[in-house]
């Protein structure tokens, strides 16, 4: 981020984000603060900037406390949701302060993700379903080449919902787990 747009003053910047989807705020919100890579190096625990406070707080008071429950990456364009990584995800979710407010994640064609970046959902109680299929619905979860998205990364995380206090009540597997054998899906299951 350019030294001239962080000295913009945030209500300026979240004038502007008003006026993106709700996902593509919450990502602007993130680079105001730091980059993608660097929220995954401090395991998700840096303190938004004043200008991303101010782009989230706004989205509360336009009356999108309904929008912040749901996130769904289809309003991010399709070459580039294939594309997103980890730190983009994570940073994300603590930009919308999801591990207190998430009820729905869907991962629409975020092919390149390990799961690393959900970390920050760690301890929600209030997320209800979590879509790991990677795919729209009605749409074949066949995926060439075969997505990142990893087992052994993201089942700890789903055992930690399911021992804690949690809400979750639906978990969408990619195919890609359902075909493979694997030890740790299968006692997770």
Known sequence: VSASMNSLPGV?????????????????????TASASSWQSCNWQRQLSASSRAIMTQNRELGNE???????????????????????????LVCMDAGNTLKLLKLTHCFAITGAGLEPLRGSSVLRQIDLS??????????????????????????????????LEHVQLPKKWRKKESKILNQFL
């Open 12 to 32: 300026v910047l979240a004038d502007v984000a008003k006026y993106l989807p709700q996902t593509s705020r919450a990502f602007f919100a993130a680079a105001m």
């Open 134 to 167: 990677l795919v729209e619905q009605h749409e074949s979860p066949v995926i060439k080449p075969r997505p990142a998205i990893s087992a052994t990364v993201v089942i700890p995380l789903l055992d930690g919902f399911i021992e804690g206090v949690s809400s």
């Open 66 to 92: 309904k929008q912040c429950d749901v996130l769904d990456f289809m309003d991010v364009p399709k070459d580039c949701r294939g594309r997103l990584t980890d730190g983009e995800i994570g940073a994300v």
